[in-house]
């Protein structure tokens, strides 16, 4: 199985967590309105789960998404009519960027898992560090994508759009 195999399908892997914890926030949060309008009621620990573990996962997967897909903020500064070279250099560049980026959330968000002690304060039987696990997951996916597009490897870019894009379609 070849590395750009292995990436796509962590990606992939990645954009179904992002999925799922995103459709679990608008349940969590839907269930907590309906609760306290209609019942007076809520439970305590849904908005912490909500904002601070599911927030955070979705974010930071849905942030490597994008950039394996170049879907993040790009400026041109400079006209068409540039030169090749600068254009080439300029996109190293931002690649150079972004590895940096990938590595400073890898390896921060892994000595931030490991500095965190005690629990989530609603539910003490969940870790503290569990609202934090997806980051270094995050820079680990940036850190390789950017990587691999600052030495020209081939990283197959539409193959979320052919895992996803095609689901329900009659073959």
Known sequence: MKVRDIFNRLHYLSAILASVFLALQLI???VNVIMRYFFASGISWMEEI????????????SM???VKLDLHINVNLFPKGTPQWVTTVLLKLKHLVLTVIGFVLLYYGILLIMGIK?????????PAYLKFVVIPMAGFLILCDSIMSLFGVEKDDQYLDRKLMTVGEKK
């Open 50 to 61: 909500s904002s601070n573990v599911l927030m955070t996962a979705f974010t930071f997967l």
């Open 28 to 30: 969590i949060i839907s």
């Open 64 to 66: 490597a998404i994008g």
């Open 118 to 126: 005690g629990s989530i304060s609603s539910i003490p039987s969940l």
